[in-house]
């Protein structure tokens, strides 16, 4: 993106330091230092605010308190701007997630994500398998008025959350 958009600034949350460090790296050998930069922060504990652009990666799911976590994007995102969130793409009942991705997801699921939200606090444990629907609840409860599936794939959905 730091190279698509050569007159923005980006900057990356993450609470495992091991990661923001290589990520720091990276950006160093690629010469994108001086736009874009790293740091160590719980998304419920990012400082910072007036971001054009929030962006997840497979991770809303993963939280202990996705709903504190998205009254907290909703605080941080200027007016006009846009939550990004992929996550899994998942059926909305159990019976839409009886195919080879929903099977592989509910493994993973039952195996990281919710051990991974379940002991965090909250420990509220969407899981891989949440839909769109209870992520849309999630998204719009926090203070978004507009949540629409933007794109997906084979594996996952991307989301659009608008205040």
Known sequence: MARAFPN???VGFDFHEPSIESA???ATEHGLGDRVRFEVAKAKEIGEDGFDLVTFFDCLHDMGDPRGCAR???RILKPEGTWMIVEPIAGDTPKDNMNPVGRLYYNASTMICLPTSLDQEVGEGLGAQAGEAKLSAIINGAGF???????????????????
């Open 8 to 10: 923005s600034a980006f």
């Open 24 to 26: 720091r790296r990276h």
């Open 72 to 74: 907290h994007m909703r």
């Open 145 to 163: 008025s507009k949540v629409r599936r933007a794109t997906e794939g084979p594996f996952n959905m991307v989301l659009e959350a608008r205040i």
